[in-house]
């Protein structure tokens, strides 16, 4: 069965007007070594007399010193050590903490209230003082108040916070009204939020080889090389109130709090460098059962990695099979016989999910797949996952919430309980794995057969039972429904029918792909064309609002799909229209700067182009799209731990506009950078592609430890698809 033709879908190189899009010629981009930042903390447990931390310095030979509320301190190789009191002390500690012993005792003639100065700054014999009434610049004797000057702009600036002289020497200032750096005689760069400027409640400044660095009541901010960083949270700093800083001659900041001292070190790293940390870490606290299910940790010691026990989640089946995806495209890139391993331990993993529910106490239909596993020799989980909890839940939250006794069955075996529900995020999870698994990892008869007869099994159960997941009790799962009657007549679905439509096309897809069994094409077919799934998801498989609409678990399934629903389509005609589909999608979702998007849509489109009514459309995907995946992998940070964190305060933040969110209930407390785009991975909660970066604050409490396999999934198809290169 074919449908009309639609498009012709070409090789091209063309440019869209006023746009720079890639070409085949253009990639790969070669990222090379970087600086990757990492927080290292000290409290009294690595010898400081006390966290309650007033101020930190740099002396001439490159020591870091701690003024605490119970005295002085230096660091040592990895520790600090108490500094002993007397007269050599006395001297030393005035030179280095002149802004807590009174900042006004280095100028002999004051330009204001000596009790007025809030810090002073000095370069050659020009000095610069910082005070509630203004700036001052002089030479110890006479006096001017800056006015600084940006063109026509002219700020008189109040309540002067810090001073200090870059690597540059160019003279900085910061206050309630701003930052700005003195360029050339009364000529100055001044910047506020709206120049991206992250905050504004300053406490203290510092300068050094790797750029300048202002303290805040809630959060540091560092400006590099044109640009803003912001470091908030316990991710970056014990406490978000600093109260000093101080650069080491590599460039290293340290910083005063009242909860101890905050470090943020420049590491050079690669992102293969990166990419094996995340495969170590995975290996030390995220592998859950003899099977190894790949999930978030918890840490029964907030931050404290050492206490993890990996987690029993509703998706296990969908974490594993990003996780297989991930280390499949790692084999093909390295050809790591690690990576190898870990991809056949994965996909066995998964399959087992689809034969466990077969039996016991209450036996599925033959290919029903399970959310998770537990041993019973463990805590029985229907004490936590029970009707009760079913019934509140379905009163309360969501009327279609199904009752389910028990949730968590026990197999033929009794070794295990599993648990039942399974959802289209599942699905979603095991055919994407399945598929690259097949493609890249599979070279045997016999591995090749074992993957053709798990995806039969599970994909015969949905043929078998209307295109629905039917649990132990012979129903239909709660989300994963998928049938013409359903999709396209039934209004409690109207919200998942594009994503749905595709998901079920994309699970036939790939069945087809690995079996060339006709009747999974046939079936494939009859929904694309006859009941109209290709045109479900045409306009996009999520109902969309604008960039920030609420859903990001969707968006990342949604491209999951396309990945393999596009590059294994060969008619023309369907492909015109999952061309058209993810087009539109993505230039809702390229404001997210997110890789695996980027990367999936790349090996989608890159060189090809779409004809209509219209005219001719260039699909290839845009430069910057490329530069902003990248820099995101490169940022992707490495404390993976759940710590609370916000960018509801800060002053670059726009909130999303009423029509795509609202502002009640979880639509509210959301917003991006100025520059339209979300906040980088580096300053935000979200680091699972499926998160919702637009969300200003979360309310984690360190002792959660999510697990890198998102890096190791955009990084890998990257690598693969050649569109990076180290």
Same mark, same amino acid.
């Given at each position: 069965?074919?449908?009309?033709?639609?498009?012709?879908?070409?090789?091209?190189?063309?440019?869209?007007?006023?746009?720079?899009?890639?070409?085949?010629?253009?990639?790969?981009?070669?990222?090379?070594?970087?600086?990757?930042?990492?927080?290292?903390?000290?409290?009294?447990?690595?010898?400081?007399?006390?966290?309650?931390?007033?101020?930190?310095?740099?002396?001439?030979?490159?020591?870091?010193?701690?003024?605490?509320?119970?005295?002085?301190?230096?660091?040592?190789?990895?520790?600090?050590?108490?500094?002993?009191?007397?007269?050599?002390?006395?001297?030393?500690?005035?030179?280095?903490?002149?802004?807590?012993?009174?900042?006004?005792?280095?100028?002999?003639?004051?330009?204001?209230?000596?009790?007025?100065?809030?810090?002073?700054?000095?370069?050659?014999?020009?000095?610069?003082?910082?005070?509630?009434?203004?700036?001052?610049?002089?030479?110890?004797?006479?006096?001017?108040?800056?006015?600084?000057?940006?063109?026509?702009?002219?700020?008189?600036?109040?309540?002067?916070?810090?001073?200090?002289?870059?690597?540059?020497?160019?003279?900085?200032?910061?206050?309630?009204?701003?930052?700005?750096?003195?360029?050339?005689?009364?000529?100055?760069?001044?910047?506020?939020?709206?120049?991206?400027?992250?905050?504004?409640?300053?406490?203290?400044?510092?300068?050094?080889?790797?750029?300048?660095?202002?303290?805040?009541?809630?959060?540091?901010?560092?400006?590099?090389?044109?640009?803003?960083?912001?470091?908030?949270?316990?991710?970056?700093?014990?406490?978000?109130?600093?109260?000093?800083?101080?650069?080491?001659?590599?460039?290293?900041?340290?910083?005063?709090?009242?909860?101890?001292?905050?470090?943020?070190?420049?590491?050079?790293?690669?992102?293969?460098?990166?990419?094996?940390?995340?495969?170590?870490?995975?290996?030390?606290?995220?592998?859950?059962?003899?099977?190894?299910?790949?999930?978030?940790?918890?840490?029964?010691?907030?931050?404290?990695?050492?206490?993890?026990?990996?987690?029993?989640?509703?998706?296990?089946?969908?974490?594993?099979?990003?996780?297989?995806?991930?280390?499949?495209?790692?084999?093909?890139?390295?050809?790591?016989?690690?990576?190898?391993?870990?991809?056949?331990?994965?996909?066995?993993?998964?399959?087992?999910?689809?034969?466990?529910?077969?039996?016991?106490?209450?036996?599925?239909?033959?290919?029903?797949?399970?959310?998770?596993?537990?041993?019973?020799?463990?805590?029985?989980?229907?004490?936590?996952?029970?009707?009760?909890?079913?019934?509140?839940?379905?009163?309360?939250?969501?009327?279609?919430?199904?009752?389910?006794?028990?949730?968590?069955?026990?197999?033929?075996?009794?070794?295990?309980?599993?648990?039942?529900?399974?959802?289209?995020?599942?699905?979603?999870?095991?055919?994407?794995?399945?598929?690259?698994?097949?493609?890249?990892?599979?070279?045997?008869?016999?591995?090749?057969?074992?993957?053709?007869?798990?995806?039969?099994?599970?994909?015969?159960?949905?043929?078998?039972?209307?295109?629905?997941?039917?649990?132990?009790?012979?129903?239909?799962?709660?989300?994963?429904?998928?049938?013409?009657?359903?999709?396209?007549?039934?209004?409690?679905?109207?919200?998942?029918?594009?994503?749905?439509?595709?998901?079920?096309?994309?699970?036939?897809?790939?069945?087809?792909?690995?079996?060339?069994?006709?009747?999974?094409?046939?079936?494939?077919?009859?929904?694309?064309?006859?009941?109209?799934?290709?045109?479900?998801?045409?306009?996009?498989?999520?109902?969309?609002?604008?960039?920030?609409?609420?859903?990001?678990?969707?968006?990342?399934?949604?491209?999951?799909?396309?990945?393999?629903?596009?590059?294994?389509?060969?008619?023309?005609?369907?492909?015109?229209?999952?061309?058209?589909?993810?087009?539109?999608?993505?230039?809702?979702?390229?404001?997210?700067?997110?890789?695996?998007?980027?990367?999936?849509?790349?090996?989608?489109?890159?060189?090809?182009?779409?004809? !209509?009514?219209?005219? +001719? &459309?260039?699909? $290839?995907?845009?430069?910057?799209?490329?530069? %902003? #995946? @990248?820099?995101? =992998?490169?940022?992707?940070?490495?404390?993976?731990?759940?710590?609370?964190?916000?960018?509801?305060?800060?002053?670059?933040?726009?909130?999303?506009?009423?029509?795509?969110?609202?502002?009640?209930?979880?639509?509210?407390?959301?917003?991006?950078?100025?520059?339209?785009?979300?906040?980088?991975?580096?300053?935000?909660?979200?680091?699972?592609?499926? !998160?919702?970066?637009? +969300? &200003?604050?979360? $309310?984690?409490?360190?002792?959660?430890?999510? %697990? #890198? @396999?998102?890096? =190791?999934?955009?990084?890998?198809?990257?690598?693969?698809?050649?569109?990076?290169?180290?």
């Amino acid at each position: 069965m074919r449908i009309p033709h639609v498009a012709a879908i070409l090789f091209c190189t063309a440019s869209v007007a006023g746009q720079v899009q890639m070409t085949p010629e253009d990639v790969p981009v070669r990222v090379g070594a970087f600086e990757q930042q990492v927080h290292i903390a000290y409290t009294t447990r690595d010898g400081l007399p006390s966290n309650d931390v007033r101020s930190v310095a740099c002396d001439a030979e490159g020591s870091i010193f701690a003024l605490t509320a119970n005295g002085p301190a230096r660091f040592a190789g990895d520790r600090w050590e108490v500094v002993v009191g007397g007269p050599e002390w006395q001297t030393k500690e005035q030179s280095l903490f002149p802004g807590v012993l009174a900042a006004s005792s280095s100028v002999e003639n004051p330009p204001c209230d000596a009790n007025t100065i809030r810090a002073v700054a000095r370069h050659d014999a020009e000095l610069a003082v910082a005070a509630e009434s203004g700036l001052y610049i002089g030479d110890g004797t006479g006096w001017t108040m800056a006015l600084p000057r940006q063109g026509v702009i002219r700020w008189a600036p109040i309540a002067i916070r810090a001073v200090a002289y870059d690597a540059e020497n160019r003279l900085w200032f910061a206050c309630p009204q701003g930052v700005g750096f003195r360029e050339s005689g009364d000529e100055w760069r001044l910047f506020s939020g709206e120049e991206g400027l992250p905050f504004n409640d300053f406490t203290c400044m510092a300068a050094g080889p790797k750029g300048v660095w202002f303290g805040t009541t809630n959060g540091v901010i560092r400006y590099s090389n044109g640009e803003w960083e912001f470091r908030q949270g316990r991710r970056w700093l014990l406490d978000s109130h600093v109260r000093d800083i101080a650069i080491a001659p590599n460039g290293d900041a340290w910083f005063a709090t009242s909860a101890g001292v905050s470090r943020i070190e420049f590491h050079p790293m690669t992102l293969a460098q990166k990419a094996a940390f995340f495969e170590e870490e995975i290996d030390k606290y995220h592998r859950r059962t003899r099977l190894g299910y790949v999930n978030p940790a918890t840490l029964s010691v907030p931050g404290d990695k050492t206490t993890a026990t990996p987690e029993a989640t509703d998706n296990d089946g969908h974490f594993t099979g990003l996780y297989l995806g991930a280390v499949s495209l790692g084999y093909a890139a390295t050809k790591s016989p690690k990576l190898r391993n870990d991809a056949v331990n994965a996909f066995e993993s998964l399959a087992f999910l689809s034969k466990v529910t077969e039996g016991g106490t209450h036996p599925a239909p033959r290919g029903f797949i399970a959310r998770a596993v537990e041993p019973t020799s463990g805590p029985n989980p229907n004490e936590r996952d029970n009707p009760e909890k079913d019934r509140i839940r379905q009163s309360t939250r969501d009327a279609l919430w199904k009752i389910m006794d028990p949730r968590w069955p026990v197999d033929e075996t009794g070794e295990w309980y599993w648990k039942c529900d399974s959802s289209s995020d599942e699905l979603d999870g095991y055919f994407f794995g399945f598929g690259i698994y097949y493609d890249r990892v599979c070279e045997t008869a016999e591995e090749k057969d074992a993957v053709r007869e798990v995806v039969r099994r599970m994909t015969d159960h949905l043929l078998d039972h209307d295109y629905s997941l039917v649990d132990h009790d012979g129903k239909p799962t709660r989300w994963a429904h998928f049938s013409p009657e359903d999709m396209n007549q039934n209004e409690d679905w109207w919200v998942e029918r594009g994503l749905n439509s595709y998901s079920i096309l994309a699970y036939l897809a790939v069945t087809h792909h690995i079996t060339r069994d006709q009747k999974y094409r046939d079936a494939y077919m009859k929904l694309a064309v006859d009941h109209g799934y290709a045109m479900n998801g045409m306009t996009q498989p999520k109902f969309q609002w604008g960039p920030g609409s609420f859903g990001q678990a969707d968006d990342n399934m949604a491209f999951m799909n396309y990945y393999h629903l596009i590059r294994y389509e060969t008619d023309p005609g369907l492909l015109s229209m999952f061309h058209n589909s993810i087009y539109y999608y993505w230039n809702i979702e390229k404001y997210e700067m997110n890789p695996f998007l980027n990367f999936v849509y790349a090996a989608c489109c890159m060189g090809k182009e779409r004809t !209509d009514q219209w005219g +001719t &459309l260039n699909l $290839s995907p845009q430069k910057n799209w490329f530069e %902003e #995946g @990248v820099d995101t =992998l490169r940022r992707y940070p490495l404390d993976l731990i759940s710590w609370p964190m916000s960018n509801a305060h800060r002053i670059d933040m726009v909130p999303l506009p009423d029509h795509v969110r609202g502002t009640t209930g979880q639509n509210a407390g959301t917003g991006h950078h100025v520059s339209g785009r979300v906040f980088r991975i580096d300053e935000n909660h979200a680091i699972y592609w499926g !998160d919702d970066p637009w +969300t &200003l604050s979360s $309310s984690g409490d360190g002792t959660r430890l999510r %697990e #890198g @396999v998102s890096f =190791l999934l955009a990084y890998y198809m990257g690598l693969v698809h050649g569109f990076i290169a180290e």
